[in-house]
């Protein structure tokens, strides 16, 4: 738990929220358009953090489950007609029953292993998307991803599609926090620290690995869904192990930097991962080098992640508890 002051995270919202609905008068389109990829991807990130930063089950295939919600999304709106909620809540779904069933190998295997079946299968969905012609367009995707229209409120203008991402993002991160804040949420983080103990305790580890799972996925569905028509075409390409906003290594990146197991950590990781190339930009071709340079500098010296950094230097710590020390802690309390 972090341990910053009351006050200082309210200011430090504020700010932040006050920033964000200010920006549609403070940018150009391609400014907001930048922003608004920010906010899709920290909900992709919000489902990530979940599976990996509270569950503590490594995956790296979270950019499938944003793919298939777009493809479901981009397939129900423009081949078949459909309104957006309707494809937006069968995205979940289906993400959903698949993130349950790629959870059974995490209660076989863990950490690198499971990295390596996660990894497997993102590059199954992959080769569906590229291959299967009849149902994704192969490499050809699906163009003209209609935006919503809400309450007769046309989403087509930049500004208003903003605003309902902006939405979109606080409705999902209020629900998270709750879910985190509940038994679920302090069952997962059991089974993360200390699954023998969490089932001794009568926690049932098998279906809070599986929930951990499907919900993280669910949330990269939803996170799909709103993708689609933010870029109104879909291709098999951006859901790979790219440096994309939606491959795997860059979902991965903005938990791990940001801060797995904060709650903000997904919203500063994807400030990182979204918005820093763009303010590096300056620098341009050796922009991607001066990106790669800061961010092997950041993992060296802040392996908790940056909210992690804050977080020790508020509460005095030196440096982070290793894993033998964690470890001999737990015992310690336990023989007391």
Not at 126 to 138: D, I, P, Q
């Given at each position: 738990m972090m341990r910053f002051r009351t006050p200082a995270i309210v200011l430090a919202l504020v700010a932040c929220a006050a920033f964000l609905l200010a920006a549609p008068y403070l940018f150009r389109p391609y400014g907001l358009f930048i922003l608004s990829t920010w906010a899709v991807m920290s909900i992709a990130a919000v489902g990530l953090n979940l599976t990996l930063g509270y569950a503590g089950q490594v995956s790296l295939a979270h950019a499938a489950f944003v793919g298939i919600g777009s493809y479901v999304t981009a397939y129900l709106t423009v081949k078949m007609g459909w309104a957006f909620?309707?494809?937006c809540i069968f995205s979940f779904v289906a993400c959903f029953c698949v993130g349950w069933v790629l959870g059974y190998p995490a209660l076989r295997v863990q950490h690198h292993y499971l990295a390596f079946v996660t990894l497997a299968f993102n590059f199954l969905v992959?080769?569906?998307?590229?291959?299967?012609?009849?149902?994704?367009?192969?490499i050809y995707g699906i163009a003209n991803?209609?935006?919503?229209?809400v309450l007769g409120w046309s989403m087509k203008h930049p500004h208003n599609f903003y605003y309902f991402l902006l939405a979109h993002l606080v409705v999902i991160s209020l629900l998270t926090w709750a879910l985190i804040r509940s038994p679920w949420g302090r069952a997962f983080v059991a089974v993360r620290e200390n699954p023998i103990r969490?089932?001794?305790?009568?926690?049932?580890?098998?279906?809070?690995t599986l929930m951990a799972f499907a919900i993280g996925a669910g949330i990269g569905g939803l996170a799909g869904s709103l993708y689609a028509p933010l870029v109104g075409f879909i291709d098999p390409s951006p859901f790979v192990l790219s440096a994309t906003p939606t491959g795997s290594l860059s979902l991965l990146l903005m938990v791990v930097v940001g801060g797995s197991g904060y709650f903000f950590g997904p919203f500063v990781g994807a400030?990182?991962?979204?918005?820093?190339?763009?303010?590096l930009r300056f620098a341009q071709g050796f922009y991607l080098m001066a990106y790669a340079v800061l961010v092997m500098v950041l993992m060296v010296y802040c392996p908790t992640g940056l909210l992690g950094l804050l977080d020790r230097i508020f509460s005095g710590k030196k440096k982070?508890?290793?894993?033998?020390?964690?470890?001999?802690?737990?015992a310690a309390e336990t023989a007391r």
């Open positions: 909620w309707p494809t992959y080769l569906v998307f590229r291959n299967e012609e009849w149902l994704t367009g192969g991803v209609p935006r919503p229209t969490a089932l001794s305790l009568g926690v049932d580890t098998r279906r809070y400030v990182v991962a979204v918005l820093l190339p763009e303010w982070p508890d290793t894993e033998l020390e964690s470890r001999a802690k737990t």
